[in-house]
């Protein structure tokens, strides 16, 4: 069963704006990714946060892990044509960091 | 090493025929991972292994599928009987183990897109 959820499910900007993706989740995890998947490709990871840790930036990404609410945000600044994809979030729980991905969301970013 | 592999990259299919996939993982990863994904959905963990042991399958894996890794390297996913339900991209993914990579990065291949007609 899937664990994460992606919201909003699509999403459409225009470049350069930013582009924020949310996920909420229902267990503790000891970790969280974000993988991006162009259509009809396999999954790229993108980033990781650990637990114990609040934020991460990576490039453009920024991403941000509430473990209270059980939520994480991925930001993706100055946004490009070449960022329009899929963003899954995967939770990584128990002692296998076995992984659960959700539903994801749909980036449109308009040149 | 290029990365995960999947062989064939698309398979069409009859109702009731039996289909086989392969995974090439990344030649010093010892865990392989097939995941089930279906249009507009995210990822569905089926199965994965350590070395040659199967260690997880889940629900979703009924009776007509079956996975083997049997020297540690790549691995198949037969599907007996297929279903139109079975339509679906089959994705495979590796990772180093846990001692090496603790936090479990998954690499994944470019997947198999199957057709049941």
């Known amino acids: 069963s899937q664990q994460g959820e992606e919201d909003p499910q699509a999403l459409s900007i225009q470049e350069g704006e930013n582009a924020t993706m949310n996920c909420s989740y229902k267990t503790s995890i000891n970790n969280l990714q974000w993988y991006r998947q162009n259509s009809g490709r396999g999954l790229v990871h993108l980033i990781l946060?650990?637990?114990?840790?609040r934020e991460k930036h990576s490039g453009r990404l920024r991403v941000t892990l509430d473990t209270s609410k059980k939520s994480s945000s991925l930001l993706i600044t100055a946004s490009r044509a070449a960022d329009t994809a899929s963003y899954f979030c995967?939770?990584?729980?128990?002692?296998?960091?076995?992984?659960?991905f959700g539903a994801g969301t749909r980036l449109t970013v308009k040149p | 090493d290029t990365g995960v592999s999947q062989d064939p990259r698309h398979k069409i299919t009859k109702r009731g025929q039996n289909v086989t996939f392969r995974c090439d993982p990344i030649?010093?990863?010892?865990?392989l991972y097939w995941y089930r994904q279906t249009l507009g959905q995210g990822p569905e963990f089926l199965t994965y292994?350590?070395?040659?042991?199967?260690?997880?399958k889940s629900r979703l894996l009924s009776d007509r599928f079956s996975a083997e890794r049997p020297k540690g390297s790549f691995s198949t996913l037969e599907i007996q009987r297929t279903e139109q339900g079975d339509s679906a991209m089959y994705l495979c993914?590796?990772?180093?183990?846990?001692?090496?990579?603790?936090?479990?990065?998954?690499?994944f291949g470019p997947g198999t897109r199957l057709t049941v007609l």
């Open positions: 030649s010093e990863h010892n865990r």
């Open positions: 946060i650990r637990s114990n840790e």
């Open positions: 292994f350590q070395n040659e042991a199967q260690l997880e």
């Open positions: 993914a590796s990772s180093l183990p846990p001692g090496i990579a603790p936090n479990n990065e998954q690499f």
């Open positions: 995967a939770t990584a729980r128990g002692p296998n960091n076995d992984m659960r």
